[in-house]
């Protein structure tokens, strides 16, 4: 059978990892001097602490090329086939350092190295999709067909609280930043051609504008495959995730709403409170 790999940023929980027999391997997280491992020997809420410490966003680095050569190997020892997945390569080095280490293990011809071309769960809904691919018998050209054909399809978003982690990382200007502080601004982020963008911006309590952006994703939820719906957050109130999930089930079109905290990684970069809603269109 087909094993499936993917870097930590998928952000799948524990639960799901374990249901569809999938191995992970961590990208780094720099506080200063010392480097964790991401979903290892870090949590997201010791990386706010430090960043509102230090007054900077930790810098994150990508799988190192012996960690990836050590989470391949075994199974190519035991005659599997290895399809692998990458966060965009327009974000991270990960997807070349995934291919280097199969060229080390002269393996090219068997481990198939997929950029996602997305971060967080929405590598999560492609890498699942495989997942149940490899389940069903079918080899690695036939998963990695599947994963263009879908990649494309893929509608990640999320809205965030803060625009200081942001702005930390260099991905928003001070005057936006500051603005968007004082205005209570709160912009959608959305991921197209492996990159994120700024899209429409909500006003208000966080609370009403994760509602707001969710209710305004409806026309495209409805036309989504009824799979799997995601609600990925990185920390945000119990109630509020609890009313988004309610009400992607009161559509009464996924067969699953699954809820997961973001990891490391993702975290570092968007700050507290923020949410997302990811999912594949039909």
């Known amino acids: 059978m087909v094993k499936i790999i993917s870097d930590s940023t998928c952000d799948l929980s524990k639960e799901l990892i374990e249901k569809y027999d999938i191995e992970i391997v961590p990208l780094h ?96 809904l492609l890498v699942i999709e495989a997942a149940i691919m490899a389940q069903e018998g079918k080899n690695g050209a036939e998963i990695v067909a599947r994963m263009e054909e879908l990649k494309p399809l893929v509608r990640a978003s999320f809205v965030v609280d803060t625009l200081t982690y942001l702005y930390r990382g260099g991905r928003c200007s001070g005057l936006a930043a500051m603005a968007g502080s004082m205005l209570k601004l709160h912009p959608k982020i959305v991921v197209e051609n492996g990159k994120m963008k700024p899209e429409e911006k909500f006003r208000g309590k966080i609370a009403k504008v994760i509602m707001d952006y969710v209710k305004s994703m409806e026309p495209d939820l409805k036309t989504a495959k009824k799979d799997r719906v995601f609600i990925t957050h990185s920390g945000c109130d119990e109630a509020v995730i609890d009313e988004v999930k309610s009400y992607l089930e009161g559509m009464n079109h996924f067969d699953e709403v699954l809820v997961t905290r973001a990891g490391c990684v993702i975290s570092s970069h968007c700050g507290p409170g923020t949410l997302g809603v990811l999912f594949i269109k039909e």
């Not at 005659?79 to 060229?103: H, L, P, W, Y």
């Open 29 to 124: 997280i720099l506080l200063g001097e010392e480097e964790y491992e991401d979903g290892k020997s870090i949590t997201p809420d010791e990386i706010y602490k430090w960043s509102d410490e230090h007054k900077t966003t930790p810098k994150t680095s990508a799988a190192g090329i012996t960690q990836v050569i050590d989470a391949y190997k075994p199974y190519l020892e035991e005659g599997r086939d290895i399809v692998s997945f990458s966060i965009s390569s327009e974000m991270s080095t990960t997807n070349n350092v995934m291919r280097m280490a199969a060229q080390e293990l002269d393996a090219e011809e068997r481990v198939y190295v997929i950029d996602s071309a997305n971060l967080s769960t929405g590598i999560g």
